[in-house]
């Protein structure tokens, strides 16, 4: 089991930077592959990156590619999600999640409880 706790989110003009870090808790960390995922009001939470265990393997939702980066350091039991060209529809709760590997929600048992990232225009 892994518990998980985010950082990072805030208000960001359109055009800026964010990066999102996951602390997890406990020795199996690494052990998990990784995703962030996010939630808008009044929408779906949406797969945004996900990452293999060893971090070798990444790939992202096509709303994202090219402006996002995740990445995970299994010594300091942190991933990260690096966001750049920040646009308006960016705007949610993103959480991340631990489990195995694939953009479906239930193929992460063990969520974080968000941090808000909000861009405006």
């Known amino acids: 089991q892994v518990q998980l706790v985010e950082s990072g989110g805030g208000l960001v003009q359109a055009g800026g930077s964010l990066r999102l870090s996951c602390a997890g808790s406990g020795r199996t960390f690494r052990n998990y592959a990784m995703g962030w995922f996010r939630q808008a009001p009044g929408k779906e939470r949406e797969f945004v990156a996900g990452i293999t265990t060893s971090g070798t393997g990444r790939y992202y939702a096509d709303s994202v590619k090219g402006r996002v980066t995740i990445s995970r350091d299994n010594a300091k039991n942190t991933l990260y999600l690096q966001m750049n060209s920040l646009k308006p529809e960016d705007t949610a709760v993103y959480y991340c999640?631990?489990?195995?590997?694939?953009?479906?929600?239930?193929?992460?048992?063990?969520w974080g409880q968000g941090t808000q990232v909000t861009v405006s225009s």
């Open positions: 999640a631990a489990g195995s590997w694939g953009p479906r929600r239930d193929e992460y048992p063990y």
